[in-house]
Every structure is written in structure tokens, then in C-alpha cells.
Nanobody
Framework: QVQLVESGGGLVQAGGSLRLSCVASGRTLDTYAMAWFRRAPGKQREFVAGIRWNYGSPDYADSVKGRFTISRDTAKNMVYLQMNSLKPEDTAVYYC????????????????WGQGTQVTVSS
């Protein structure tokens, strides 16, 4: 089992920044991939960014490329999502997720989920 807990959400004005954190526990994550998803009101959960736990380049949704950065600190069992130049359309509940092996953009491929953290961007 893997437990994931997100933090760092909040209310920010358009153009501002936030950093989301996800702490993982429960088992070694060496063979896992980590990802951030989001669900906006009335929409399905969508992939935002993903990265393998201990190697590899990150993947991003086109909508966040150049604005968001995913990173990990394996010593602290932490995954981060740095969000810059935020837009009102980034408003959503953001979820941390984990799955074995590679990053996938489909939410159903992930085994473990956090409870989510709300990000609201005002115009």
C-alpha cells in the first residue's frame, strides 16, 4: 500500500504561483511513477504532470507546459508541483497519484491517490 497526502493548495490571483506537495509513505517507491491530476468543476479528472520516482524526464499536459514543473525529493519521499503564471482555468482539485512502472496519462491506470487539495485562481 502507498499513502499519499497533498498540501499547498489555496487561493491565488491570476499570474501568481503556488507549490503543491505530496508526501508518500507505506512502501518503497523505486519502481513507481508519480503524477499530478486535477479535476475542475463539471469536468473529468485530467493528467497534469508525471515523473518516474528515481529517473527519467517529466511529462506534462500541453495546457501546463512552460508554466508547471514537477519534481521529486526521493530522500524525503516528496513530489512537488510548482505552478507559475496561474490562470483561472487552472482552478481545480489537484490530486497526487502513484502507479507501478511508467507514467500514464489515464487516471484509471493509477493505483493510489491522495485526497486532493483545492487550487482556486481568481481573475
Amino acid at each position: 500500500q502507498v499513502q499519499l497526502v497533498e498540501s499547498g493548495g489555496g487561493l491565488v490571483q491570476a499570474g501568481g504561483s503556488l507549490r503543491l506537495s505530496c508526501v508518500a509513505s507505506g512502501r518503497t517507491l523505486d519502481t513507481y511513477a508519480m503524477a499530478w491530476f486535477r479535476r475542475a468543476p463539471g469536468k473529468q479528472r485530467e493528467f497534469v504532470a508525471g515523473i518516474r520516482w528515481n529517473y527519467g524526464s517529466p511529462d506534462y499536459a500541453d495546457s501546463v507546459k512552460g508554466r508547471f514543473t514537477i519534481s521529486r525529493d526521493t530522500a524525503k519521499n516528496m513530489v512537488y508541483l510548482q505552478m507559475n503564471s496561474l490562470k483561472p482555468e487552472d482552478t481545480a482539485v489537484y490530486y497526487c497519484a502513484a502507479r507501478s512502472l511508467s507514467v500514464m496519462v489515464v487516471a484509471g491506470a493509477y493505483e493510489y491517490w491522495g485526497q486532493g487539495t483545492q487550487v482556486t485562481v481568481s481573475s
